[in-house]
């Protein structure tokens, strides 16, 4: 009966099915690139669209947000890249060597990659994988969870970065990634990247996000900190009300490494973010954190697990979402403790604004915990704006939307100031008062 069942394919399945078949023969790689390929095509056709039987994806069902798959994007026109030039503005000013995918495809003429400094290369993605680079074999797929979505940005992964930092590296600029979906018409792309940063080398990712109306992006980070590492990445997400966006990261975090990630999410009509992080060797550090501003009709996800396999890590994970409208947030969190990773030091919170009475918030917080000697926790809250807080600015005479506004700014500020680059801070606050002021607020 469920063989049954999973042989009836949506429309949005079966027209992934026709593009891969199509497409299959002309992406680059080698045999074993294809084969890989291949494999998790099979996987994501067995499994079908992400949906609510999908314990993971109960709060995010892919078959009914995403009732039609968009045909693959082509290569990107001269009026998409000219669009495209203006794309990463959300990140502010900061000085950062920019890497720019315009519809899926790497744009020479929009990045920034001369004069690298010693031990930083960079490579597109389809470049590599069409040459044979041995980093693809030694690295790409290795980290990757069993999961639907992945799968397929493997299956059709057409163009990303391949980025590697060699030990003992320090690369001063920040790192821009910029991929914009900026095709008129409504398209689907497939972005998969590589980050390979070797022991006891620092460097700093900005990822910056942006889709034109109706596209739907399914983008795929692998990154692979080495022991004493200290990897700082960033990730912007905006576009249009009916624009998809679907995007993973895995990192593999070595032994006395630091990692520190932030989300930001001020767009799209569906947002869903993985994070899988494992920490493979002891001592390591991660802060993960994030926010979110939502409004109208906007559905968030962010679904993260914190995989502790080696003893003496600490991770500190802080999620804040704001809501208005009627949109929806969903935060699912798991931290796990394998066995033998005694001296865990890990604590999870998230907390949702809510400010309207039609909006929606959902917190799934999780612990398993299979060693004795730890100490984790994790709290989940939700609420609206703190009534007496809000009378006590009133009354030193600021005015009912500015006070809401403060405190809204106090409250997304607290996750921000994890970021540890200044311009890079003020840059995204300044996005949390625009929309505060587009709000009315």
Known sequence: MNAEVRAMKTSAEQALAEAYAAAKARLPGNGAVQALREAAFKRFEADGLPNRRIEEWKYTDLRVLMREAKPPAGAPDAAAKARAAEAGKLAGDIDARRIVFVDGAFVPELSDLAALPPGLTVRPMAEALAAGDPRIAAHLG????????????????????????????????????????????????????????????????????????????????????????HVDHVKIVAGAGDALHVATLIAAVGARARFNDFSFNIGCGVVRNQLFVRF?????????????LLNGDQHSDTTLVADHKAGGCQSRELFKAV????????????????????????????????????????????LEIFADDVQCGHGATMGSLDRSLKFYLMARGIPEPEAEALLVQAFVGEAVESIEDAGLRDALMEQVAAWLKARGG
Not at 200 to 212: K, T
């Open 280 to 292: 493979d060797g002891e001592a390591a550090l991660a802060n993960i954190g994030g926010a979110s």
């Open 142 to 229: 290795k980290v990757i969870p069993g999961d639907g979505m992945v799968a397929l940005n493997t299956a059709l992964m057409r163009d990303g970065a391949l980025i590697h930092v060699a030990a003992g590296a320090t690369v001063e600029r920040p790192l821009h990634l910029i991929f914009a979906a900026a095709g008129t018409q409504p398209a689907s792309v497939f972005c998969r990247s590589l980050v390979v940063i070797e022991p006891n080398a620092r460097v700093m990712l900005v990822e910056s996000h942006e889709a034109a109306a109706g596209h739907q992006v399914n983008a795929a980070l692998e990154l692979i900190v080495g022991a004493g590492a």
């Open 323 to 366: 809501l208005d409208g009627r949109s929806r947030s969903v935060f699912q969190g798991r931290i796990i403790v394998q066995p033998g990773a005694q001296q865990t030091d890990a604590k999870m919170m998230t907390r949702a604004l809510l400010l309207s009475e039609e909006a929606e918030a959902d917190s799934k917080p999780e």
